[in-house]
């Protein structure tokens, strides 16, 4: 199964994500399908790939809790 979450970058006390593709049972950092947007924690800054994001969708991928409550900030999804 799909996944949407989000995968870390950045250096030590300083997270910036970057929200991936991937397979459920890959690793948090693992090698993604596909990037379709990045999040940065400390400047509330975000960028994301509606397009993208609402095709993964409708091809049955599932986000995360923590994706879902960004998707619903930046009112991509209900």
Same mark, same amino acid.
């Given at each position: 199964?799909?996944? &949407? =979450? &989000?995968? =870390?970058? *950045? =250096?030590? #006390?300083?997270?910036?994500? #970057?929200? $991936?593709? !991937? +397979? @459920?049972?890959?690793? =948090?950092? *693992? #090698?993604?399908? +596909?990037? $379709? *947007?990045?999040?940065?924690?400390?400047?509330? @800054?975000?960028?994301?790939?509606? %397009?993208?994001?609402?095709?993964?969708?409708?091809? *049955? /991928?599932?986000? !995360?809790?923590?994706?879902?409550?960004? &998707?619903?900030? /930046? %009112?991509?999804?209900?």
């Amino acid at each position: 199964m799909l996944k &949407l =979450r &989000l995968k =870390r970058i *950045g =250096r030590k #006390r300083s997270p910036s994500y #970057r929200l $991936v593709i !991937t +397979e @459920n049972t890959s690793r =948090r950092d *693992g #090698r993604p399908v +596909e990037e $379709v *947007g990045y999040y940065d924690p400390i400047s509330k @800054n975000y960028h994301f790939e509606i %397009e993208k994001i609402q095709k993964w969708l409708k091809c *049955g /991928a599932q986000p !995360t809790e923590t994706v879902m409550n960004l &998707l619903k900030k /930046a %009112e991509i999804t209900q």
